[in-house]
């Protein structure tokens, strides 16, 4: 396997990875706000864990893609700028 494909199959699964997370947060958020007490009436109180996993899955998810998309934008490495006089 070439290191191009090893390259885009670590992107595809970096990418894949935060569509799982900020699914999960998602998922949290509706469990927050479809929370409903022991009588089955919605609670507007209750439920918070909910909301703090769902802020922090998608706090994790924004930097986990910040970072996975600042490949893109990387510079050859192996091209240097040499400056001389």
Avoid: P
Wanted: charge should be neutral.
């Amino acid at each position: 396997m070439s290191y191009v494909r090893k390259s885009l199959a670590n992107v595809l699964g970096s990418i894949a990875g935060v569509i799982v997370v900020a699914a999960i947060a998602v998922w949290q958020f509706y469990q927050f706000v479809t929370f409903r007490d022991a009588k089955g009436i919605l609670d507007a109180q209750g439920g918070t864990s909910h909301l703090w996993w769902a802020i922090a899955m998608a706090l994790f998810a924004c930097i986990a893609s910040f970072f996975v998309f600042s490949v893109f934008l990387r510079h050859d490495r192996d091209d240097e700028l040499h400056i001389s006089s």
